[in-house]
C-alpha cells in the first residue's frame, strides 16, 4: 500500500484491483459507430483483497461472525469455483461459462455466490461510510445496524436478521474498535477515516462493476435467502 509506516489497518492492507475501463467499438445497423466501456477485473486479485478485509470483522466483535463467516465462505467458494473452471480469469468469464452450461440455478453456483458476495461488499461499504461520516458520540452498535439495515438485512430471513439485531447490542465501544484499527497508537482517527476514504476509493469501482455485471448478465436478485 505505498511508502511509509504504517499507521492503521486500512494502510496495512492491500487496496482492491483497478477495475481497468477499455472502449470498443461496434455498429449499429446503419453503421454508425457505438463507443462503450468493457470494464474488468481480475478475480483473483479481487478474491485475493477480499480475504485481507477478514479481519476487520474480528474488531466488532463475535456478534458479527454470521456475516464474516457468509462473506469468507462465498469468497472459498468462488475461488474453488474458478480453479475448476478453464479460462475463468475474470467475474464475467466465470458466469459466462455457468451460463453456457445452464449451472447458474444450482445452490452453489458461482453466479449466486458472487450475487451474495457482492452483496458483502455493500455491508463494508456501508459500514466505512458510516465510520467516516460518524462523530465522537456513535456507538458501534449503531454504526453496524445501520449498515446491516442499509445493505444485507433485506436480504437475509426473519432469523438471521434477528440474531444480527440482537446480537449486535454485544458490540464493543467505538473507543476500543478504533484503537484496535490504529493498532493501539492514540491520535490517529482522522488518519484512519482519510485510509478508510482511500480504500473506499478502489473498493466502490469493484462493487459497482460486479452489480452492474450481474444485471447485465440478467443475475441480479432481489430474493431472500430461504
Known sequence: MGDGEVKTFFS?????????????SEHDSETSTIQTHISKCSLTEVLDAATEILPF???????IKVCKNDFEGNINKLKRKSA???NAKTFRQLLQ???DNKLEKKTDSAC?????????????IAMLEGFIQSD????????????????LKRYHNWIVQKSV??????????SIVISK????????????????RVYLERLKPVTIHLHNLLIDLGLDSEERMA
Open 12 to 24: 496495512a492492507i492491500n487496496l482492491f484491483p483497478e477495475c481497468a475501463q477499455k472502449e470498443k
Open 136 to 151: 465522537n458520540g456513535l456507538l458501534t452498535q449503531d454504526l453496524v445496524r445501520k449498515a446491516y439495515e442499509a445493505s
Open 181 to 196: 484499527l490504529c493498532y493501539g497508537k492514540e491520535g490517529l482517527q482522522e488518519q484512519l477515516k482519510d485510509d478508510q
Open 165 to 174: 439485531t440482537l446480537a449486535a447490542k454485544l458490540a464493543p465501544e467505538m
Open 57 to 63: 470483522f474480528d474488531i466488532f466483535g463475535a456478534f
Open 112 to 124: 449466486i455466490v458472487t450475487l451474495w458476495f457482492k452483496r458483502g461488499l455493500q455491508f463494508i
Open 84 to 86: 475448476a473452471t478453464p
Open 97 to 99: 461459462y455457468e451460463l
